[in-house]
């Protein structure tokens, strides 16, 4: 099981900056019980992810896996799940196994057509997963790809997956009109909480992996998160300490620091996650991706001594499940002698520990996750831990940890200018404003 400890935000260890057990505990636990208790908002029918039925998943895992390439359309929480799985649990897949996969998320054109240079469509599987059907980036590459299917005699039917809400949306009529392969995504699951339903399972499958681990995982660490203790359970002590922090020390950046490559996408997927969902009102933690220990190399100068408005939260591996001894070479020389007999597990152990220490010692508060191994297993754990943590911070905060509405100006604005209908108005907003931004060009 992933562990959490929580000694680095604690005064004992921080001083002035740190928490006290009795801030931990000041959180209204019985609302956010209540609200759980009571699936107050439906999205949280992420919470059931891990008893869905995956026959399906199954199913269509293994008819992927006759391909040579599996494309994934999406963006969000239709990408960032499914990339973390892969560079998690099969790194460097596309070296080493088939079906290479590519994710496509952002709308880059340079991308898209490096990616259609490299794999050939007519032994490609392209999993195009959008919950509402609507999302502009994957409409776009889903109508570029269907073109060149058509251009090449290859059917959909064949060629294409979809990923969509069970009922509505356009990609959902699309799949009835062409009897398309698909896959549902629960009405009431947001895209964001969906790592652990047909769109991040399937990828999962796709690369090898039994997606039965990734569940069972979540639905271990489930349990330990709806038992509504602060201090038994790990979801509600993130959520409690980063509110915490954010209210009563105006702490408000969240760095997410695991020590592992494999764990990099990770990152950037709790960033999503966090962001969208908290980040309203004025209220929240601006999340930032980082990677140990790259990023000592960059970050941690002005962690350690720039402005203290973070908590770092930090992935410790306990068992990298290979090593690799550093030889005893170079024994005259000091500055290098020192590394011999020992291994790169060890270093990089010692390192994370070292800036847990020097962070601390410099008052910044540190939580860290010990994450047994970085198997399918402890990833679903992973996953449904901070989904969970996700929404009471959410609760706490007072916000809608499901909605996004923050984002739909510059969707509209978009829509306008690609002449979408309905949004005539804004092309006027878009041109004036772009009109005066000429004027301040040197
Ligand atoms: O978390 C969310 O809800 C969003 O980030 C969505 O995942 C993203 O906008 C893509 O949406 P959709 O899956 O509907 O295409």
């Keep these: 099981m992933i562990r959490i400890t929580y000694s680095n935000i604690t005064r004992d260890l921080i001083g002035a900056n740190g928490l006290t057990e009795d801030d931990l505990l000041a959180i209204d636990s019985a609302k956010i019980q209540d609200m759980f208790l009571k699936k107050s908002y439906p999205e949280l029918a992420f919470l059931d992810l891990p008893k869905q039925d995956i026959s399906e998943i199954k199913k269509i895992g293994e008819y992927a896996r006759q391909f040579e390439n599996f494309i994934v359309l999406g963006i969000g929480g239709s990408a960032l799940g499914p990339r973390s799985i892969v560079e998690a649990l099969s790194p460097f ?22 990616i259609l240079e490299i794999i050939d469509l007519d032994k490609s599987l392209i999993n195009v997963i959008s919950k509402s059907g609507s999302t502009a980036e994957t409409a776009a590459s889903f109508m570029v790809l269907w073109q060149r299917l058509k251009d090449l005699g290859l059917s959909p039917q064949r060629h294409m997956v979809i990923t969509t809400d069970p009922e509505r949306g356009n990609l959902r009529k ?34 090898g992996i039994d997606c039965r681990d990734m569940l069972e995982g979540a639905s271990e660490i489930g349990k330990k998160c709806l ?16 509110y915490q922090f954010n209210v009563l020390k105006k702490l408000n950046i969240t760095v997410m620091l695991p020590y592992s490559d494999r764990l990099k996408a990770f ?21 930032y991706p980082s990677v140990g220990t790259t990023d000592q190399h960059s970050q941690l100068q002005a962690w350690m001594e720039g402005p203290k408005s973070f908590v770092v939260v930090f992935i410790a591996i306990e068992d990298y499940g290979v090593d690799i001894e550093i030889p ?33 010692k410099s008052g910044k508060p540190c939580i860290t996750i010990q994450m ?16 969970i943590a ?16 923050g984002v739909e100006e510059g969707k509209d604005l978009t829509y306008g200018m690609m002449g979408k209908r309905g949004y005539e108005k804004k092309i006027e907003e878009f041109l004036s404003y772009r009109k005066n931004k000429n004027r301040f060009v040197i």
């Design 227 to 242: 038992n509504f203790e602060v201090m038994e359970n790990p979801a509600l002590l993130f959520a409690s300490a980063l």
């Design 174 to 207: 699309i799949v009835r009109d062409f009897h398309l392969r698909s896959l549902s995504i629960h009405p009431n699951v947001v895209g964001r909480y969906s790592v652990l339903s047909p769109v991040g399972l399937l990828t999962a499958e796709v690369v």
């Design 93 to 114: 897949h596309n070296y080493l196994r088939k079906p290479r996969v590519f994710i496509y998320d952002n709308v880059d054109p340079l991308t898209l057509k490096k």
């Design 390 to 405: 996700t929404a009471m911070a959410g609760f706490l905060f007072g916000v809608n940890p499901f909605n996004q509405p």
């Design 267 to 287: 990152s950037e997927w709790f960033c999503q996650l966090w962001a969208e969902s908290l980040g309203k009102d004025g209220k929240g933690l601006i999340p």
């Design 328 to 360: 005893v070479v170079f024994n005259e020389i000091e500055g290098l002698s020192y590394l011999s007999n020992h291994s790169l597990a060890e270093l990089i152990k010692i390192e994370q520990e070292a800036t847990e220490i020097a962070l601390s």
């Design 372 to 387: 047994p191994k970085i198997d399918a297993y402890h990833l679903g754990q992973l996953f449904h831990l901070f989904s």
